[in-house]
């Protein structure tokens, strides 16, 4: 299959989804718009402000939905946690799209294609490697 068609395949499942999801909670948006962001690099204090004033900002507008689109190694823990509660707590969809080609969900990346609604990953993409850390690399105590 070719890379083209594989990534037609991929943005048609993403808008069917969210049209289903939409129609599945109810949410009628009046724009009916889709916010598009990108998290690439590190997660940290900055992203999690970045990404919750987004949120907002699309709960406000009224927009049908929010496509975030990741490549990160991972990142802080408790920047992390705020954006998966942000996730939980929106009221409109969140979607994951862990891209471009050979991208990756590292880490805190993997903790947040899991928060959200919808998970996407293009080809040659990876996601995983989910161990909380210190900041030096140390595992926290149990």
């Known amino acids: 299959m070719s890379k083209l068609r ?5 943005f048609i499942s993403i808008v069917f989804a969210l ?3 939409s129609h599945y909670t109810g949410y009628a948006s009046t724009k009916n718009d889709l916010m598009i962001l990108k998290v690439n690099g590190p997660i940290q204090p900055s992203t999690a402000d970045y990404l919750e004033r987004m949120i907002t900002r699309a709960e406000s507008n009224g927009s049908a939905g929010i496509l975030i689109e990741i490549n990160t190694p991972g990142g802080m ?10 996730f939980i707590d929106s009221d409109v969809p969140i979607i994951t799209y862990v891209s471009p080609f050979g991208a990756r969900a590292g880490s805190a990346g993997t903790f947040l294609v899991a928060a959200s609604h919808i998970a996407v990953m293009a080809p040659t993409t990876n996601i995983g490697a989910a161990s909380p850390v210190s900041s030096d690399g140390a595992d926290l105590d149990k």
Do not use: E, M, P, Q
């Open 19 to 21: 049209a289903f999801f």
């Open 77 to 86: 823990l408790d920047a992390t946690r705020r954006i998966v509660s942000s």
């Open 6 to 10: 594989l990534a037609a395949y991929g």
